[in-house]
């Protein structure tokens, strides 16, 4: 059974301009959260997305948007790229909404941003 | 608003020492408690996942306890290795925030051969 697949691996941008992120759940997980490593701030959360609804958002500025398609794929994206938005950014997907017992959480790779 | 700890924030140990990673957080009001280990530059592996009305989960070599009401879960890792080598985070689901993980700093382990 393939894991969470986070592609691509790693980027390099120059500030101002804009990224694309994507991730494919586990098959059949319906639920793809992601998140924001970096070595100041550790793990933050940015959203999470349900049958394609947007279900929870994080404390980041609009610059940072997301979608879950109807194959529960998700990509996010970042617009006019700051360099502070340099991080690991980690997708992870779930069986099941908060409150069942099947929301153990699975985690990609994560896409390295740098930019310069 | 939901906060996460863990002590120490770094432990180094000969092999085949038993150790203990310590988690608190503040708000008793959570679905799930996960902890996870990453190696450098990769991602989260999930290790235990205890649910709230549970008081530990066994794994092998780990074992993880939970004490709601008080706020505080324990990693134990029997006998380390150098391969356990790595970050460990701990991360709870809280009731009003749906699949949102919050995590802690994560503990740095180190285990020499």
């Known amino acids: 059974k393939a894991g969470v697949t986070q592609t691509p691996r790693y980027l390099i941008k120059t500030r101002g301009q804009q990224v694309t992120l994507s991730c494919s759940p586990i098959s059949g997980h319906r639920s793809v959260s992601w998140y924001q490593q970096t070595p100041g701030q550790g793990l933050q959360f940015l959203f999470e997305y349900f049958s394609e609804t947007q279900r929870n958002k994080g404390n980041f500025p609009g610059r940072f948007s997301g979608r879950q398609f109807s194959n529960s794929r998700s990509e996010m994206n970042v617009s006019t790229l700051e360099l502070g938005d340099s991080a690991l950014y980690l997708c992870a997907s779930s069986l099941g909404l908060a409150g069942a017992l099947n929301t153990e959480a699975f985690f990609g790779q994560g896409t390295r941003l740098t930019v310069v | 608003k939901q906060e996460v700890a863990q002590i120490p924030a770094a432990l180094s140990v000969p092999e085949g020492e038993n150790l203990v990673l310590n988690c608190s957080f503040t708000?008793?009001?959570?679905?799930?408690l996960q902890w996870f280990r990453q190696d450098p530059g990769k991602g989260l592996t999930s290790l235990l996942l205890i649910q709230s009305s549970q008081r530990e989960q066994t794994s092998g070599r780990l074992n993880a306890s939970l004490d709601k009401s008080s706020g505080r879960s324990t990693l134990y890792i029997a006998a380390s290795q150098p391969g356990d080598s790595a970050t460990y985070l701990c991360?709870?689901?809280?009731?009003?925030?749906?699949?949102?993980?919050?995590f802690g700093a994560g503990t740095i382990l180190r285990v020499k051969s």
């Open positions: 708000d008793s009001a959570i679905y799930n």
């Open positions: 991360a709870v689901r809280p009731v009003s925030g749906g699949n949102k993980l919050v």
